[in-house]
């Protein structure tokens, strides 16, 4: 393994990072793939070290995949349950992370729907903070697990058109991946209802597209995204029946893509909302691929965060 040229504390968002920064990223994450294909998947990186996942959304991958990579890392995990915790009980954000850090913790993984919540943790706690999605903002892992996906199956990450599809206002993938896409000096297509892809995004180097099919068009990754219900997306257009017509992926519109093209989504996915079941199941498909990559890229943060670089890979 490389030595380590990672100088941060924490992980915020791909906007704090460095072109190298997320190269850095990366290749450790290659690294620890094969760590991941062995019969016993285990290294000793994070040995003696606790991490402590503090979701306080609900989450089943980013949170399983984040607990995965801790343990094969051979670090101490718990998993702190907001909706039996004390903050239930009125308790502050900021008390209950005191309280977790008096047991001397090592790195915090905070999922929170305030967007900020990440940052405002590192105003005050001594652990490295990890953003596993902070409301509206960011979801750095994501991007970069993207990243490696696209690098993967593409064999670059320059040169490219990204078309990112759908709930742009409501995603926290969608902008990582913009500021990542925009670090790396590629072409960005925005698409979906103006109600979900306000033109101001254009500020941030991408070219927004109303209509599906010149905004994939020629695209060497097509990333879709989930509407988010849950933020109260289904108000910002007239039915999902009028969406699905207009901005779901089906065979006709992703051949419009570049021939190479590889189709995206982090998931969960609406079958036949957001994706057309087909499509979903293809060959251009990569979205299971970027699930294993997610683990891959989540123990090379923790690892360059706090771990021991001799310890790495043995
Ligand atoms: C994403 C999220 O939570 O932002 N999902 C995830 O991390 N697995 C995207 C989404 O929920 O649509």
């Keep these: 393994m490389k030595d380590r040229t990672f100088r941060q504390d924490h992980l915020l968002g791909i906007e704090h990072l460095s072109v190298d920064d997320i190269e850095t990223i990366l290749e450790t994450a290659e690294a620890f793939i094969e760590v991941s294909s062995r019969d016993v998947k285990k290294v000793p990186a994070l ?9 306080f959304e609900n989450s089943t991958r980013t949170r399983s995949s984040f607990e995965i990579a801790a343990k094969r890392l051979s670090a101490d995990l718990i998993n702190f349950n907001s909706s039996v915790s004390s903050l239930k009980k009125g ?21 929170h729907s305030a967007s ?13 903070i990890v ?29 490219l058109k990204v078309a990112i599809v759908g709930d742009i206002l409501h995603s926290r993938v969608a902008l990582s ?43 060497d990754v097509v990333m879709m995204l989930r509407v988010q219900a ?24 992703f051949a419009l893509a570049a021939r190479r093209a590889i189709l995206m989504h ?15 199941d293809s060959d251009q498909s990569v979205i299971l691929q970027q699930v294993t ?17 001799h310890e790495a890979l043995n």
């Design 47 to 55: 040995k003696g070290k606790t991490v402590v996942n503090l979701f």
């Design 91 to 111: 308790e502050t954000l900021k008390d209950t992370v005191l309280t977790l850090e008096a047991m001397n913790p090592h790195i915090i993984v905070i999922r």
């Design 116 to 128: 900020g919540a990440p940052h405002y943790l590192t105003t005050f706690a001594r652990s490295s």
């Design 131 to 159: 953003n596993a999605g902070d409301g509206f903002h960011e979801h750095p892992t994501q991007a970069l697990l993207d990243a490696l996906t696209i690098r993967q199956r593409l064999k670059t990450l320059r040169g």
């Design 177 to 219: 991946n913009i500021l990542l896409h925009q670090k790396l000096g590629n072409e960005i297509a925005l698409v979906g209802p103006p109600s979900l892809v306000p033109v101001e995004f254009e500020k941030l180097g991408a070219t927004v597209y109303y209509d599906i099919r010149r905004g994939v068009k020629n695209a």
């Design 230 to 253: 849950e933020r109260g997306a289904r108000n910002y257009f007239p039915s999902i029946r009028e969406y699905r017509n207009l901005f779901a992926i089906d065979r006709p519109i």
């Design 266 to 280: 982090p998931g969960p996915i609406n079958r036949d909302v957001e994706i057309e079941t087909s499509m979903a």
């Design 293 to 309: 990559n997610g683990i891959a890229v989540r123990m090379a943060v923790l690892y360059l965060l706090k771990g021991e670089i």
